[in-house]
């Protein structure tokens, strides 16, 4: 049976979807959704299929079996209700919604919803990067206790974000409508393997600070936070929007007998073995170098596993792990912002 696939949402993102569908057999693209007439077209002549201007005319007409939700961040939560009212099933960008209380509501319809026929809708959550094959070995290394107890792990997202990817698309840089700005939009991937790797999140410290864009974002584009895991370990994340390129991101885990650095590679060295190296996939023609290689890896997992009706393995559920992780580290102590008080001053003899 060929499934039909609707993307809701034609910007940036939508593109290395498109590109995924084109490349698994029994599933056709059959419309695009988009608010914005110039989107429309664009989809029309790069895509050549019809388009929608809302989600209920979209599903009306094109009778999709799977929506794609690639739109902002506010504008997750009245799509994703929109297709499972449907009965469709949903396969939706990061983070789940942009705010705590949203992303409830969907986790709530995702269990309550029932199509005609029955059948709970399946949704799924883009954190591509738990498909890397270097996220994947350091799991398997952690879980296994291979070389012994993990005693904590350090990230770093360093990367490049310069006022026109806030200006070009003005919902980036708002509370209102991203739900914050680098932890949410760009680390939140990273503070999902820290999770995933090294375990429940029981405690997050942090600070975060608009500490290079203020002219242009209301959001914060720095950030360092700890996490405690509920082994007692902890993970620091290191995180910027600030860099002058997209560095790779890095993720080190300390264990008893051994260490893992993962960045363009997967680098491991235990004592007593040979030191191992992974070699990461390549990204996709579409999909940005930064945004990792496993779109598409991700995408054809959660068609593949359509017929069996179960639940994707990265559901709402656990969607909501790092969005707690990080709305937990925009409410702590001191609350939001960490600016500096005031430029420095370089005149200062202290500075010299
Ligand atoms: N997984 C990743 O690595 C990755 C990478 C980039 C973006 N994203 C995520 O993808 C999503 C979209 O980000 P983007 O940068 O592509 O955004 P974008 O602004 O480039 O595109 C969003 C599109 O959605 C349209 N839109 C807005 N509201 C709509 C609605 N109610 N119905 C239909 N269309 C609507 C807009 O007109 C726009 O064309 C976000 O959740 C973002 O975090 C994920």
Redesign the pocket.
């Given at each position: 049976m060929t499934l039909r696939a609707l993307i809701?949402?034609?910007?940036?993102?939508?593109a290395?979807h498109a590109e995924a569908l084109r490349s698994i057999s029994d599933v056709e693209l059959v419309g695009v959704?988009?608010?914005?007439p110039e989107?429309r077209d664009a989809a029309e002549c790069e895509l050549a299929v019809p388009t929608a201007?809302?989600?209920e005319d979209a599903i009306r007409r094109f009778a999709p079996d799977v929506v794609h939700?690639?739109?902002?961040?506010h504008?997750?939560e009245?799509?994703i209700l929109a297709a499972l009212g449907a009965g469709c099933d949903v396969l939706?960008?990061?983070?789940i919604s942009s705010d705590l209380s949203s992303a409830d509501r969907i986790v709530a319809a995702a269990e309550n919803t029932k199509s005609q026929s029955g059948r709970s809708p399946r949704v799924g959550v883009?954190?591509?990067?738990r498909y890397n094959l270097s996220a994947q070995a350091m799991k398997e290394t952690v879980d296994s206790r291979r070389f012994g107890a993990p005693l904590g792990a350090v990230a770093t997202v360093a990367w490049h974000r310069p006022p026109e990817y806030y200006t070009s698309?003005p919902?980036?840089g708002s509370w209102a409508t991203?739900g914050g700005g680098l932890l949410?939009?760009q680390a939140?991937?990273t503070v999902d393997l820290l999770q995933w790797i090294m375990g429940p999140v029981v405690a997050v410290r942090g600070r975060v600070g608009t500490d290079a864009l203020s002219e242009v974002i209301e959001v914060e584009d720095t950030a360092t936070l700890t996490l405690t895991h509920e082994s007692g370990v902890r993970s620091i994340l290191m995180a910027t929007n600030a860099a002058p390129t997209n560095l790779p991101v890095t993720l080190d885990i300390a264990m008893e007998h051994g260490n893992m650095r993962s960045g363009t590679e997967l680098l491991m060295t235990g004592d007593g073995t040979p030191d191992e190296v992974i070699k990461e996939r390549l990204p996709s023609d579409r999909?940005?170098a930064?945004?990792?290689s496993s779109?598409i890896e991700l995408i054809r997992d959660f068609y593949e596993s359509h017929e069996d009706g179960e639940t994707f393995w990265i559901d709402p559920n656990e969607a909501m792990k790092s969005l707690r992780i990080v709305k937990a580290a925009y409410d702590g102590a001191g609350g939001f912002p960490h600016r500096a008080a005031r430029d420095l001053d370089l005149g200062n003899p202290y500075l010299r």
């Open positions: 809701v949402g034609y910007g940036s993102v939508s290395v959704c988009d608010v914005a989107r201007s809302t989600v939700v690639t739109t902002p961040h504008e997750h009245s799509v939706t960008e990061k983070p883009c954190f591509q990067n698309k919902w980036r991203s949410i939009n939140i991937h999909a940005k930064y945004w990792g779109h």
